[in-house]
Structures are given as C-alpha cells and as structure tokens.
Nanobody, 114 residues
C-alpha cells in the first residue's frame, strides 16, 4: 500500500494555469503506471492522464494538448501541468497507481471561474 497526497489546486480564471503535485509515501510507486483522475460534482471519477513507469504518457481527449503529466521517481512525485484551463476542468483532482486498488488521497480542488 502506498499513500498519496495531492496539492497545488486553487481558483484560477479561464485560460490560466496550475501545476498539481502528488507525493507518494513509498518509493515502490516508481514501478507503477500513475494516473491523474478528476471528479466533478455529480459526476463519476474519470482518468485524465496516465504516465507509465518508463514515461509514456496517455491523455483523455478532453485534456489532450492542454495538460502534461510527468514524474520524478527520485522525489516520489507525479505532476500535472494544466494550461488553458476551462470552466469544465473544475473538479477535485486525485492521483493513484493504475490497477492497484490503493486508497485514494484527499484530492485537491481545482476551480476555473471568472
């Protein structure tokens, strides 16, 4: 089991940027593919970005070209750079290892509004 702590959310205007961070409790996380997920009010949690253990990235169509996922295994941290933010990006953002069933962290709120 690995615990994750997300940070970096906030209130931003449309077109703005934010960088989210996800700190893992154990270095073993480096062998897993990691994902950033989001859950908007009244909607199911969705996977928006994935990075494999060797750095291959995959994005949901809704964020492709605007979001960039990266990882620093030495710092046990995964990042999500979010640019050109839209109101529909408003959600609580979470990270987790793909396919492990590990517990979710508290998430970080991102609100895009003018």
């Amino acid at each position: 089991q690995v615990q994750f702590v997300e940070s970096g959310g906030g209130l931003v205007q449309p077109g703005g940027s934010l960088r989210l961070s996800c700190a893992a409790s154990r270095s073993i996380f480096s062998i897993y593919s990691m994902g950033w997920y989001r859950q908007a009010p009244g909607k199911q949690r969705e996977l928006v970005a994935t990075i494999t253990n060797v750095g291959r990235t995959i994005y949901a169509d809704s964020v492709k070209g605007r979001f960039t996922i990266s990882r620093d295994n030495a710092k046990r941290t995964v990042y999500l750079q979010m640019d050109s933010l839209k109101p529909e990006d408003t959600a609580v953002y979470y990270c987790n290892a793909i396919g492990t069933g590990w517990s979710w962290g508290q998430g970080t709120q991102v609100t895009v509004s003018s």
